[in-house]
């Protein structure tokens, strides 16, 4: 026997897709916005590999956070289900965000060369 | 929608709120937690990074950018700290029996709460860095 969520706790859910699909298009347009800053050499000091990398970052961000929301959806459009969407979103989380430790991980590499070989930016 | 189902059948799924998940459920859930926790203090120490170049730029007189890797610092840990309670919640499922369900919706509602505010961050530095863009073309 399957857990359904209740409406109350279905509101939930929906609030939380809502909030995500607005962070995804925000992290997207932010991340365009630096790499059309990197591209374009708009600032000498900006053209660096820090700049690329957070861009990329956020575009890569975007799309994790894009990545579990289908699942959380089924969870109130559909019935019967609702524990195993739940996991799916889950899963979803765990195996994807792995690439965002990654790409995080090289960013806080080059955050700290930077920091302390005293690169303008 | 709700199928009929859920009316002709009203046992064959339930509102128990001391519904258990499965060890396969929590092992996908120890998943989640471990990538939260990673998200979260990566973020926030790639903000500390930025907010510390940031007091460099400050001590140098560079303040435009010292205010443009101040906001991206900020932005940086913001999103780190969304990640912090939904994964201290979810934990909880992991190590306490019986309240399965509510540390899941508490952890729903602090993630959404979470992205709300990162909305907030995200949207200002949006809006700050088109601003700069535009600035910038136009020299």
């Known amino acids: 026997m399957s857990y359904e969520f209740s409406e109350a706790q279905n509101q939930k859910f ?14 997207f347009l932010v991340g365009l916005n630096a790499l059309i800053q990197y591209y374009f050499d708009v600032v000498e000091y900006q053209r660096n590999l ?3 990398l957070e861009g990329l970052a956020y575009l890569l961000f975007s799309l994790m956070v894009y990545l579990p ?7 109130f459009t559909t019935s019967g289900r609702d524990v195993e969407e739940l996991m799916g979103a889950f899963n979803v989380m765990s195996r994807n965000w792995f690439w965002a430790n990654v790409s995080l ?17 | 929608m709700k199928s009929s189902n859920q009316v002709n059948n ?11 998940f499965t060890d396969s459920d929590r092992t996908n859930i120890s998943g989640v937690v471990i990538r939260f926790i990673t998200n979260a203090l990566l973020l926030v120490l790639s903000g500390v990074f930025n907010i510390t170049r940031a ?4 001590s140098r007189g560079d303040y435009f950018p010292s205010v443009v890797v101040l906001t ?10 969304t990640f912090f309670n939904p994964a201290d919640n979810l ?11 509510e540390e899941v919706m508490t952890a729903i509602t602090e993630l959404a709460s979470g992205f709300g505010r990162l909305t907030f961050f995200l949207m200002a530095m949006l809006i700050f860095e088109i601003i700069t863009t535009t600035f910038l073309f136009q020299q």
């Open chain 1, 14 to 27: 929906r609030k939380l897709t809502r909030s995500m699909n607005r962070v995804v298009i925000l992290l």
């Open chain 1, 50 to 52: 820090t700049l690329l």
């Open chain 1, 69 to 75: 929301i289908p699942r959380f959806k089924k969870i």
């Open chain 1, 105 to 121: 991980g090289l960013i806080v590499i080059v955050e700290s060369l930077k920091l302390f070989d005293g690169t303008t930016f």
């Open chain 2, 10 to 20: 009203p046992n064959q799924h339930h509102h128990d709120e001391n519904y258990e």
């Open chain 2, 55 to 58: 007091l460099f730029h400050v």
């Open chain 2, 72 to 81: 991206s610092g900020f932005v940086f840990m913001a999103m780190g700290f």
């Open chain 2, 91 to 101: 934990r909880k499922i992991l190590i306490t029996k019986g309240r399965d369900i």
